[in-house]
């Protein structure tokens, strides 16, 4: 396949997404699978042997998916195999749920991280594109947060994506891994789970009467996915991007509070916004500010977000009411 703009390098790349079945990695999985690489997902098998987001996808069958698990040391070297270069993005990433099933993500985050590392070196790939997250850096002690804030673990998911990032620098300092860490800050759009903060404010002003959030005085970086999935693409493309760490990020910061006015706003809907504790974070693992400082990216990669936070809403709003009868009402799932 070609989207008409593709670099022809990937012609003859065989790329590995881990985590294809999800919100980035599908979108991920099919850019890369329009620039012409030939893509293999790796989707978490379950019984219903559902594929994600993957299932309804306009070029499943330019696909190969690969069931596996990144707990599982056998599969991944088996997923590895014959792969050039490797996107991982499979991770647990709720965070509400990190805090009642901490060990389970010690064991996809910072295990599976190590299985994919390990199988990478054993494979001799050529490049492991490794996905952080800016919840690793906490409450911003400096805005914008570069590259080289202090890392500090405020809940168990930034702890085990901290101790991921670490095993990837280890095994890039330790064995020579050629790995290069991607560092999205909130990315969102079309396929993202109601656990975040944007589709939960506008699936509930679809369905309901009033709008339930938890604390709305925290900023947050907001960047949309396709401008993230650039980031992955100039990341593989960039060989100087081996061994660093790299934000991508607007660089703009909004509160959650004036995220859902705006929202509403873009969507006509008048309901209030009520404060919900069961939604809000335990007070000292809040994260009060994230906005990233991209100048890295700029430099490095010379990338930078094209959508406009209300380009990007305004996408998002009109995905959701095309797909809402995807998203379950009446209850807060962590």
């Known amino acids: 396949m070609d989207d008409g703009g593709s670099n022809t390098r990937w012609n003859d790349k065989t790329v ?3 985590g294809a079945g999800g919100f980035i990695g599908s979108h991920l999985t ?5 620039l012409g690489a030939r893509t293999r997902a790796l989707v978490h098998y379950n019984s219903a042997g559902t594929w994600g987001w993957l299932d309804a996808s306009p070029v499943l069958e330019h696909i190969d998916v690969f069931l596996g698990d990144v707990r599982d040391r056998d599969s991944m070297g088996a997923a590895v195999q014959g792969a050039d270069i490797v996107f991982h993005l499979a991770a647990l990433i709720a965070i509400p749920y990190s805090y009642l099933a901490p060990l389970s993500y010690v064991h996809t985050n910072v295990e599976g991280s190590l299985n994919v590392f390990q199988a990478s070196l054993d494979a001799g790939v050529e490049l492991v594109v490794h996905t952080s997250s800016s919840e690793v850096y906490g409450t911003a002690r400096h805005v914008p947060i570069s590259e080289d804030h202090p890392l500090q673990g405020q809940s168990p998911y930034s702890a085990s994506k901290i101790g991921a990032d670490k095993m990837a620098e280890a095994f890039h300092q330790s064995f020579g891994l050629p790995v290069a860490t991607i560092r999205p800050f909130n990315t969102y759009g079309p396929r993202q789970s109601a656990r975040a903060v944007i589709p939960t404010i506008i699936t509930q002003a679809l369905r309901q009467s009033d709008i339930h959030l938890g604390n709305i005085s925290p900023t947050r970086d907001f960047n949309y996915v396709a401008d993230t999935v650039e980031g992955f693409i100039g990341i593989a493309q960039c060989p100087e991007a081996v061994g660093q760490v790299i934000n991508i990020g607007s660089g703009e910061e909004i509160s959650i509070g004036v ?10 809907a008048d309901v209030p916004v009520l404060h919900d504790p069961d939604r809000s974070r335990p007070e000292n693992s809040e994260v009060d500010r994230l906005c990233a400082d991209n100048r890295k990216a700029q430099k490095v990669l010379g990338w930078k977000s094209q959508y406009s936070l209300k380009e990007g809403l305004e996408t998002t709003i009109e995905w959701l009411e095309r797909n809402i009868e995807r998203y379950r009402f009446g209850s807060y799932t962590v």
Request: aromatic fraction near 0%; proline fraction near 0%; charged fraction near 15%.
């Open 30 to 34: 099919e850019r890369l699978t329009a």
């Open 259 to 268: 995220l859902a006015t705006t929202i509403l706003e873009l969507m006509g």
């Open 16 to 18: 590995l997404v881990t």
